[in-house]
Nanobody, 117 residues
Framework: QVQLVESGGGLVQAGGSLRLSCAAS????????MGWYRQAPGKQRELVAA???????NYADSVKGRFTISRANAKNTVYLQMNSLKPEDTAVYYCNLNFWLPGGDYWGQGTQVTVSS
């Protein structure tokens, strides 16, 4: 079984920064993508950023230039550095781990990020 534990959320003023971390434990297959999604009240969950085990990244247009995703494969940990935060970034942020083979999708419990104006 795979578990994802997130940390680093909180309350910050607009323009500030936060760093989210997500540590995966259990049976971790080498070919995978780790990512961050977010869900604001009344909205659908959306992809924020993702990074493959090979280091390829993908970002939502709304966070490009402000957020940076990285990972430490030896620690099975993914990070999301969020700079120049805006009130519209307020959401619950979820960590995701997707295995290419044999397949499988896992989610963290979510961490609240609140950006005040």
């Amino acid at each position: 079984q795979v578990q994802l534990v997130e940390s680093g959320g909180g309350l910050v003023q607009a323009g500030g920064s936060l760093r989210l971390s997500c540590a995966a434990s259990g049976s971790i297959f080498s070919g995978n993508t780790m990512g961050w999604y977010r869900q604001a009240p009344g909205k659908q969950r959306e992809l924020v950023a993702a990074i493959t085990s090979g280091g390829s990244t993908n970002y939502a247009d709304s966070v490009k230039g402000r957020f940076t995703i990285s990972r430490a494969n030896a620690k099975n940990t993914v990070y999301l550095q969020m700079n120049s935060l805006k009130p519209e970034d307020t959401a619950v942020y979820y960590c995701n781990l997707n295995f290419w083979l044999p397949g499988g999708d896992y989610w963290g419990q979510g961490t609240q990020v609140t950006v005040s104006s």
